[in-house]
């Protein structure tokens, strides 16, 4: 590839924020030497962090028009969805019979989500405020008096469990509501990934909240209203129940995944596991994390290599994934940040002011301010930049 005179042909399947982190570092590593098609089926990405407030009436996740995310950055955008690889032909077939060629390939696809019990409400990030605005009235109105979060067992990211409790305890505080706010997670301690100092921050603002906090249990919910904590065997009764759901990865034909969930094995490259030119970055990959700020990191190493691969002149660093991590209570945030080391972070650190810029929810190193620099063109009415004809 880097005897060619012709660009590499760089196809990124998804349109989160592994992919559009990674259409942005491919501008800047690929030094003209990539072209980049993106296969995603979306005309919007929406800043599905901050939906957690929606139910509280706090504002609605913000939302992006893909076109006005691309604009400038000579990206061709295929609206269609991913069906098949041949990764021996290097080609990628999509669900509307397109057939795209590629060079190198990066898949964003994200996971696929399931239901962990029937007997409990699992969140959606789509509908979060339809799921649980009836709840948040119910407390309230002194209608709910228990209500329980259950971080399940597996890849996830327990964040948003940790801030709808906080909202819920304290709505039911400002509402003189007698409610019984719980969260039972099987992490040794709160957010014990992000590390000691703020897990032990974490721990203060729950209590401070009234949240009643079940550490290092995992649980079963096999009829309504009851669950059943392990190893203890104790069981506790609670009038709604909310969880997240339980992950497993794209299952993509063609690719074969790695694991008993699906999720692909990737080295700290980005490259897939047994497969020349196939990358993958974000929760299409087989790390115990899944947040997006390390979907970001990731999706940078990859770009790295395929700019690399490419012949750009960079030598790829690959990941030393760190965790930042932006915990809302409704009125003011925690900002954490660790070096991710497993179950429990190393260097870690909190406060109540910022630890990076921009201070957004995901701490993404371009999309942040790629996206940052869009809410000011909209604010200020000005248009963007015209698009590279290259």
């Not at 041949?86 to 990628?92: F, G, K, L």
């Not at 980005?270 to 899944?290: C, H, M, N, Q, S």
């Not at 201070?359 to 248009?383: F, M, V, Y």
Request: one cysteine or more; charged letters at 20%; a negative charge.
């Amino acid at each position: 590839m880097s005897s060619s005179f012709e660009p590499a042909r760089v196809v990124i399947a998804g349109a989160g924020v592994a992919a559009l982190e990674a259409v942005l570092a491919l501008r800047d590593y690929g030094q003209g030497r990539v072209r980049v098609s993106l296969l995603a089926p979306d005309d919007t990405f929406i800043y599905r962090p901050t939906s957690v407030g929606e139910p509280f009436g706090h504002a609605r996740a913000q939302s992006f028009p893909m076109e006005a995310v691309l604009d400038g950055l000579a990206v061709d955008h295929v609206t269609d969805r991913l069906k098949w690889v041949d990764s021996e032909a290097r080609q990628v077939h999509t669900e509307g019979g397109q057939q795209l060629d590629y060079d190198a390939l990066l898949l964003a696809l994200g996971a696929r989500r399931h239901a962990w019990t029937e007997h409990a409400l699992t969140l959606e990030p789509e509908l979060m405020d339809e799921q649980l605005h009836g709840i948040v009235q119910d407390l309230e109105g002194g209608w709910v008096r228990s209500l329980a979060f259950i971080a399940p067992t597996g890849a996830a990211w327990p964040l948003p469990l940790y801030e709808l409790a906080l909202m819920s305890a304290g709505r039911a505080y400002e509402s003189y509501a007698d409610a019984t706010v719980t969260l039972i997670t099987p992490e040794e301690s709160p957010l014990a990934v992000f590390g000691q100092a703020a897990s032990d921050a974490v721990s203060k603002l729950l209590a401070a909240h009234g949240v009643q906090t079940i550490t290092s249990t995992q649980c079963a919910v096999h009829k309504s209203g009851t669950i059943t904590l392990h190893p203890s065997g104790e069981e506790l009764q609670a009038q709604r129940i909310v969880t997240m759901p339980e992950l497993s990865g794209p299952a993509i034909p063609g690719i074969p995944h790695h694991g008993d969930h699906g999720f692909l094995r990737v080295d700290r490259y980005g490259r897939v596991t047994d497969l020349e030119r196939v990358y993958a970055a974000g929760d299409t990959v087989d790390f115990p994390i899944k947040q997006g700020g390390l979907a970001a990191q990731q999706a940078d190493a990859a770009a790295e290599s395929i700019a690399a691969l490419a012949g750009a002149e960079i030598k790829p660093k690959g990941v030393v994934p760190m965790l930042y991590g932006a915990l809302w209570d409704g009125e003011r945030t925690l900002y954490m940040r660790a070096r991710a080391t497993g179950t429990r972070g190393s260097s870690s650190r909190a406060g109540w002011t910022p630890l990076w810029e921009p201070a957004g929810k995901i701490n993404a190193r371009l999309l942040s301010a790629h996206l940052e620099t869009i809410r000011d063109r909209a604010l200020t009415g000005e248009a963007a930049p015209a698009r590279n004809p290259s």
